[in-house]
């Protein structure tokens, strides 16, 4: 593909006897949000640390830019990634600013944006102190602060809000929105499945060192054929003409709680059920039509395996 | 084959060295330096009755009991640590995702540490040695800064066999025991066992070979060095007596002490590649 900045072509990992990555074919293309969500221990990291060079594959080949992992025309190419890894050690005896200004000149960028990246972390006013001193969520900040030095087109990150409050979320998210609208291609990993779908332009589902599945939210969601959920608000005393008009719509009631039902049906025949309900006028106050989480993707390729 | 750059290593380099300084590490050995050079300096004849400012010849002497023991000790805890702590609390990934060669990280740590140790021994020593140096003259200052170099160099060979562990090491607990076990061998074992084959042997054992085995040791070296020069001290070593001349030429045995920096060097570089 013209435009892929990392691609992987049958790429394998073995550990002695362990088989950790099995034959991953990747690309990722420029200014994408890709997304690699999996089970513990399915390859997540393992593949990361691949593309960063930090293992070494056991058989096939990564390219990132269009230059093999290993080399010194990939030294050049460290230089414009950033990398927040999942457990995340920085120094404790150095302060906030110290860490940046160490990072920035072990990456050979200007020290002088580090106390901006803080900044715009909201880190500005622990610059001073000692990292012994920071709570998880700020060392976790620090950490994206560090991946961002030098400008970065590529960041890989692995499990990057982990430690971050809602609050800190959002905004984690907000700032790679910005970034993306730069150019920024990013690599992330989360257990958090509800945070990314949303996110994500594509991703890649990995399970026993492979790719399972890959593509966008929703086209994963169509191969899985998974079945929409509805809550249906209804009149009080018209729960019989609702169960009458459900009758015959291949329509599973889940519950009936009060007032509310949660039904679910096939994605094909979303509209017919539609049709029916809004035929019932006003005894239906309320629809809305649930699409499948990526959590109900997840779970649904794992039953499929097992 | 990657090119070395050197920004990094002085970057790591640098990092090393601040933090020793930081936490007054570098002081702290100093400070133990200056005191024993100068407890020893005084006191060091008082078995023969005597204290005070006695020749540079003794002092010399009884220093190169200490700091065969100390140092080694002191560099071997310096570096055990130096990779495999990093790998242990997980920067060592963040540190390899820069753009630095994991040579270039290797060493750019032993410069660092070396650095460290030497600023503590040089510092350490020289100030005992600028009072020597006002109670014996400037004779004294010439032998005393021999000493004091080749303190350096052993130090550094120990901290090339603790690098060196650092790598191999799973964990630190680990690197810790095969670093104390090091000093051990080295320091205590080694000519221990060089004698009893000697005596056990009955002079079977060819006294032509032995002084090699010497130069297998760096402590041995650091001891042949400084001692060597003096008949009087001399004789009150056992083993380093049984050195031939022709191999005590101080440019020889400091050629040794540099192959003993450069070889667990070069096979933690091997190793951790």
């Known amino acids: 593909m013209a435009n892929s900045l990392i691609e992987l072509r049958g790429v394998y990992k073995h550990f002695g006897p362990l088989t950790a990555v099995t034959g991953v074919d990747l690309q990722v293309e420029e200014g994408e949000l890709f997304g690699l969500i999996g089970h513990n221990g399915a390859g997540k990291t393992t593949l990361f640390k691949m593309m960063l060079g930090l293992l070494p594959v056991s058989a096939g080949e990564i390219r990132i830019g269009g230059h093999a992992v290993r080399g010194e025309a990939f030294r050049q190419v460290r230089r414009s990634i950033g990398y927040l890894p999942e457990s995340l050690a920085l120094y404790d005896n150095l302060t906030g600013l110290e860490t940046l200004h160490f990072f920035a000149r072990l990456k050979g960028t200007d020290p002088t944006a580090c106390t901006g990246l803080l900044d715009l972390m909201g880190l500005a006013g622990a610059a001073g102190q000692r990292v012994r001193n920071y709570s998880k969520g700020m060392r976790q900040r620090l950490g994206f602060a560090q991946a961002l030095l030098g400008s970065p087109r590529l960041l890989f990150l692995d499990e990057p809000t982990n430690g971050l409050d809602p609050h800190g979320i959002l905004e984690f998210y907000q700032i790679l929105r910005d970034l993306r609208r730069g150019g920024v291609t990013v690599v992330l990993t989360s257990h958090i499945l509800a945070e990314i779908q949303q996110r994500v332009d594509r991703l890649a589902l990995m399970r026993n060192g492979g790719i399972q599945a890959l593509g966008t939210v929703q086209s994963l969601r169509e191969a899985q054929d998974l079945p929409l959920t509805l809550r249906v608000s209804f009149r009080t005393g018209a729960e019989a003409d609702l169960r009458r008009c459900l009758a015959g719509q291949g329509v599973t009631v889940i519950a009936i709680d009060g007032d509310i039902a949660r039904l679910e049906c096939e994605r094909g025949r979303k509209m017919v059920l539609l049709a029916a309900l809004t035929g019932l006028g006003a005894m239906i106050s309320d629809i809305e039509v649930h699409e499948p989480t990526l959590e109900d993707v997840f779970l649904g390729y794992a039953e499929h395996v097992s | 084959m990657n090119r070395i750059e ?202 032509d070979f032995f002084p090699v085995l010497l130069l297998l040791n760096p402590a041995d070296i650091f001891r042949i060095l400084n001692i060597f020069g003096y008949e009087d001290v001399r004789r009150l070593y056992g083993l380093a007596t049984v050195f031939p001349e022709t191999l005590a030429n101080p440019w020889l045995l400091g050629s040794v002490m540099v192959f003993w920096i450069i070889t667990p060097l070069g096979m933690a570089a091997r190793r951790f590649k």
């Open chain 2, 6 to 207: 050197f920004r990094p290593i002085g970057v790591i380099a640098g990092k090393e060295f601040r933090d020793r300084l930081r936490n007054r590490w570098v002081l702290a050995v100093a400070c133990v330096f200056t005191v024993f050079a100068l407890v020893i300096a005084y006191f060091g004849s008082a078995q023969q009755g005597a204290v005070g400012w006695r020749n540079i010849d003794v002092t010399i002497a009884s220093l190169v009991s200490l700091v065969i023991y100390l140092l080694p000790l002191i560099a071997l805890i310096l570096g055990y640590d130096a990779i495999v702590a990093e790998r242990e609390r997980g920067s060592l990934d963040l540190l390899l995702s820069m753009p630095i060669t994991r040579f270039e990280l290797l060493l750019g740590k032993f410069l660092g540490l070396a650095s460290a140790l030497g600023v503590a021994t040089v510092g350490g020593f020289g100030v005992a040695g600028a009072l020597l140096f006002y109670q014996l003259g400037s004779a004294a200052l010439y032998h005393y800064g021999g000493f004091i170099a080749s303190a350096f160099l052993l130090g550094l060979a120990f901290l090339s066999l603790a690098v060196m562990v650092s790598v191999l090491a799973q964990d630190r607990v680990r690197a810790s025991g095969v670093a104390i076990a090091l000093w051990f061998f080295y320091v205590l074992v080694y000519d221990l066992l060089l004698l009893g084959v000697l005596v056990a042997s009955a002079g079977r054992f060819s006294l």
